[in-house]
């Protein structure tokens, strides 16, 4: 299994974003994903998570600018992110819960990160 983001960039503060994430490989089934982040000399922090009947949930520092969305049918997520600002500037990663088969257990997968940088 392999999740690949793409979509991160270089962006003045105020502008918009749009990551996306591909989930491949053998998969069965999907239950969450979402977005976490990684700044500067922190922890790694959740950004927000969509469950596999659509609810969300965000981090508060994004509530209002950043949405989470899912394409089930292509196992993919997004995350559109608005009204930018110096202080999210960091390496955002993918996360997935995934079943490879009816008989395996659920596990968690990331992807490499894709870097995001907001100027003031």
């Known amino acids: 299994v392999q999740l690949v983001e793409s979509g991160g960039g270089l962006v003045q503060a105020g502008g918009s974003l749009r990551l996306s994430c591909a989930a491949s490989?053998?998969?069965?089934?999907?239950?969450?994903m979402a977005w976490h982040r990684q700044l500067p000399g922190k922890q790694r922090e959740l950004v927000a998570q969509?469950?596999?009947?659509?609810?969300?949930r965000y981090a508060d520092s994004v509530k209002g600018r950043f949405t989470i969305s899912r394409d089930g049918a292509w196992n993919m997520v997004y995350l559109q992110l608005n009204s930018l600002k110096p202080e999210d500037t960091a390496v955002y990663y993918c996360?997935?819960?995934?079943?490879?088969?009816?008989?395996?257990?659920?596990?968690?997968?990331w992807g490499q990160g894709t870097q995001v940088t907001v100027s003031s």
């Open positions: 490989g053998s998969i069965f089934s999907i239950s969450a």
């Open positions: 969509i469950a596999d009947g659509g609810s969300t």
């Open positions: 996360n997935a819960r995934i079943r490879e088969t009816i008989a395996a257990a659920t596990a968690n997968y």
